[in-house]
């Protein structure tokens, strides 16, 4: 079955310093989603990618989708405390698209310190 | 985006019980799906709420021990049955937007967390 791994699974950095999680899918996806989750809280979405090779930005999130559309990232630029929580990829599969399962990576746990 | 209430939000049971959740949509939605998330993990699915028949299960969840119903386009119900302390974890409702640019988009109630004692 379809696989996402996401790596790495803990970061911790300085208040100011970039972030990057990655996922890898074991097969193409249609799509892929993120989520973040806050300590306490549930996942909450954040954006969606749909076109190989696409670049989407939110502020100070950016998100790539691969162009063979197996792989993601999420880069955050100067992260503040808010930032801390644990981010999800969630990709659903070209067979998927009418299930519409999304297959879950592990997530990153990110801790910002001040 | 869809707004999801859970019902109840947490809940204490005891071994050997049950528990019924409820989540309700403010809008139509596509689709409908119960999963679980213990602690520190990351999202499983059990199953895809089907309207007006039964759930489709995913592989180690069965209908006896979570029996679900989706009456209508709005409303599903995840029941817990014959709790063990394994089954402490918080479990979320989820759905597809219907149509435009929520097609395909998926959100998440805010979950309701489980301590069976």
């Known amino acids: 079955g379809q696989q996402v791994m996401q790596i790495p699974q803990y970061q911790h950095v300085q208040e100011g310093e970039d972030f990057t999680t990655y996922c890898n899918s074991s097969?193409?996806?249609?799509?892929i989603q993120w989520y973040k989750q806050r300590p306490g809280g549930h996942p909450v979405f954040l954006i969606q990618?749909?076109?190989?090779?696409e670049v989407k930005k939110q502020k100070r999130l950016t998100f790539q989708f691969g162009e063979a559309k197996k792989n993601s990232s999420l880069h955050i630029t100067a992260t503040q405390t808010t930032d801390v929580g644990t981010y999800f990829c969630?990709?659903?599969?070209?067979?998927?698209?009418?299930?519409?399962?999304?297959?879950f990576g592990q997530g990153t746990i990110l801790t910002v310190h001040p | 985006s869809a707004v999801i209430s859970q019902k109840p939000s947490r809940d204490i049971c005891q071994r050997g019980t049950s528990l019924t959740i409820q989540c309700q949509v403010d809008?139509?939605?596509?689709?409908m799906f119960w999963y679980r998330q213990q602690p520190g993990q990351s999202l499983t699915l059990i199953a895809t709420?089907?309207?007006?028949?039964?759930?489709?299960?995913e592989s180690g969840f069965v209908i006896d021990k979570f029996p679900i119903s989706r009456p209508n386009l709005t409303f599903s119900t995840l029941t817990v049955s014959n709790m063990s302390p394994e089954d402490s974890s918080i479990y979320l409702c989820?759905?597809?937007?219907?149509?435009?640019?929520?097609?395909?988009?998926?959100?998440f109630g805010p979950g309701t967390r489980l301590l069976v004692l």
């Open positions: 969630a990709g659903r599969g070209i067979r998927s698209t009418h299930d519409g399962k999304l297959t």
């Open positions: 709420a089907n309207q007006g028949s039964e759930a489709t299960y």
């Open positions: 809008s139509q939605v596509t689709m």
């Open positions: 989820s759905v597809i937007g219907r149509g435009g640019r929520t097609q395909e988009t998926q959100y």
């Open positions: 097969t193409t996806l249609s799509n």
């Open positions: 990618l749909v076109k190989s090779g």
